[in-house]
């Protein structure tokens, strides 16, 4: 059914750049809100950005300025760019999506992309 499938992570130098992208499919009859979310070993999930359907964004205050979300409505995908990575920035990346597919509106989860930003 709903699934969430992510790409563009791996590992970048300290001050590079990485696009993450995460397309939802199936049964989807509206998507509201999508976001990116990140987590470190021992910490819990933190937002990073997130995007409404009309285009409002909203990012973290540790990203903004360096960090760029966006979406296709058509495509049933969200994107992130990252520039000016840190390596503060390492985490695996979660992606996010309030759908609803045949019920209520759920959150729905991508699979995770890991991040490594080397110093």
């Known amino acids: 059914q709903v699934q969430l499938v992510e790409s563009g992570g791996g590992l970048v130098q300290a001050g590079g750049s990485l696009r993450l992208s995460c397309a939802a499919s199936?049964?989807?009859?509206?998507?509201?809100?999508m976001g990116w979310y990140r987590q470190v070993p021992e910490k819990q999930r933190e937002l990073v950005a997130t995007?409404?359907?009309?285009?409002?964004?909203n990012y973290a205050d540790s990203v903004k300025g360096r960090f760029t979300i966006s979406r296709d409505n058509a495509k049933n995908t969200v994107y992130l760019q990252m520039n000016s990575l840190k390596p503060e920035d390492t985490a695996v990346y979660y992606c996010n999506a309030h759908l609803r597919a045949g019920l209520g509106y759920l959150n729905y989860w991508g699979q995770g992309t890991q991040v490594t930003v080397s110093s």
């Open positions: 995007i409404s359907s009309g285009g409002t964004t």
């Open positions: 199936g049964r989807i009859f509206s998507i509201n809100d």
